[in-house]
């Protein structure tokens, strides 16, 4: 029994090259395993069907392999949640689920695709939608049931801009990009991947780049903090750079069975605004309380439009923090002005980016627009619902990645991957394939795996 090994342990350490094929036994010699954990050279010939029934005997198996892939051991909420899921299986084979047949009969689904999704996504035993890194256990069945179709799967991502970290330099962009934060996510993906019973995947991760379009989606504090020391042409010089090392720097974890690619989210952010337009008008920026009130349904009990909805009584509370900038359109000296658009000229010149002063003075102009927290709250909610719904036209994965996590991305995302699935494919599902990965805070993971952390993997 072997399984394919990448890790994930906090100090980039390789005691076994990643990708290697290993046995119980190799894991066994190579690391120090604790000693309440199972020695993996024993009893390793069994089915996985056998420790199905044996449940202490999988568990201290599994907290085995966790520790040898992470450095981190199974909390007791992770141990209870073990138990949900091996039970879910078992349950499930008896009534002859191709899905969990597939996993019985692949000890790499019990002791190595799961190990990995345990270690990257907690979950609940809930339905409603998760924030702060959990999910609900029915999103981490469908994840699994894709993962274990058979075929080629498609996973996305939204990243966030590479931010420097507040003690070195606040409210800028990092210089380079944290790449062993990056091979760790990489080796995550690949661990389940690997694992798994898919054919072949394409992973595409979405971030900002040096445009216009990207810009309006960075948060204020880094554009005002460019603007003031005249620099807007650098962050978005800055912003090209990163995609351009993400881009080739991701596409070295390229295998038969995996191609990593690195996108733009200006396709993701026009689309929003589009979609903004279409479903509010145009004067949707400035959006009054009543008429989102009445669409979400709080003057009759019933949601006319279930964006509308989600922003109103989920996202709302979250943009408020951001409301003093756009809410409050800001007078920039013209000094100011003239030095970003000068400094924009000549690096435009340096780098051959002929449009680089447009975009700046397009980042100006929109300084002096005002957004109503309700039009805030309706746009931060239809970016979330459409790459759901993008992700839903091809029966897409979300693994979210991105700082935050509130209920209103898990809400929107799953509004609009339904509505695609039922639209391209004429099946209605009750679960959408959306998880969001663990977050500690940074620079404290500790002995558990609930202090392990994912997401935002370079801050």
């Known amino acids: 029994m072997k399984i394919k090994y990448y890790s994930l342990w906090r100090d980039s350490r390789e005691i076994i090259n990643n990708g290697a094929s290993v046995s119980f036994h190799d894991l066994t010699r190579k690391f120090e395993l604790p000693a309440d954990v199972i020695d993996l050279s024993k009893d390793i010939n069994k089915s996985a069907s056998y420790y199905l029934g044996k449940p ?5 198996l599994f907290d085995a392999v966790v520790y040898s892939v992470s450095g981190h051991r199974m909390h007791s909420q992770d141990e209870d949640r073990l138990k949900r899921v091996t039970q879910e299986i078992a ?12 996993g019985l009969e692949s000890p790499n689904f019990l002791f190595g695709c799961l190990p990995y999704m345990f270690i990257g996504f907690d979950s609940k035993r809930r339905s409603s939608p998760g924030k702060d890194g959990v999910n609900s256990d029915d999103n981490f069945y469908e994840v699994l049931n894709l993962l274990n179709s058979g075929g080629k799967i498609k996973i996305s991502s939204f990243l966030c801009t590479h931010k420097e970290r507040r003690e070195i330099d606040p409210d800028k962009l990092r210089k380079q990009i944290k790449f062993s934060d990056v091979s760790r996510v990489i080796n995550l993906m690949s661990g389940i991947l690997d694992n798994s019973t898919v054919e072949s995947a394409e992973i595409r ?13 960075i948060f204020p504090q880094i554009i005002m903090s460019y603007l003031g020391d005249g620099m807007l042409g650098d962050m978005l010089v800055r912003l090209d750079d990163h995609s351009s090392t993400m881009k080739e720097y991701i596409s070295r974890f390229e295998s038969p069975r995996r191609r990593f ?3 733009s989210i200006d396709s993701l952010v026009t689309q929003t605004n589009f979609e903004a337009r279409k479903r509010f008008g145009d004067d949707w920026k400035k959006m009054p309380e009543d008429l989102i009130l009445g669409l979400a349904g709080g003057t009759c009990g019933k949601a006319i439009d279930t964006i509308a909805e989600v922003a109103y009584f989920m996202t709302q509370k979250e943009v408020e923090r951001l409301m003093p900038f756009y809410s409050n359109p800001i007078s920039i000296d013209e000094k100011i002005i003239q030095t970003n ?3 924009a000229r000549r690096l435009g010149d340096e780098v051959g980016n002929k449009n680089l002063e447009l975009d700046v003075n397009k980042i100006i102009n929109s300084l002096n627009e005002t957004m109503s927290i309700y039009g ?3 746009y931060e909610t239809l970016f979330y619902y459409m790459w759901g719904r993008n992700a839903g036209k091809s029966d897409e994965i979300g693994f979210g990645l991105d700082t935050d996590h509130e209920m209103f991305q898990t809400a929107a995302w799953d509004i609009g991957w339904k509505e695609s699935i039922e639209q391209e494919m004429n099946i209605s599902k009750k679960k959408s394939p959306l998880l969001y990965s663990r977050k500690a805070e940074d620079g404290k993971e500790g002995e558990f795996l609930n202090n392990m952390s994912f997401r935002q993997f370079w801050r």
């Open 376 to 378: 805030r709250a309706v």
């Open 341 to 343: 658009l000068q400094n």
């Open 205 to 217: 991760f979405f971030q900002p780049t040096g445009s216009y379009s990207s810009a309006s989606y």
């Open 261 to 263: 690619i690195s996108s």
């Open 91 to 102: 349950r499930k084979s008896k009534q002859a689920d191709n899905f969990y047949r597939c």
């Open 56 to 60: 202490k005997e999988l568990k201290k």
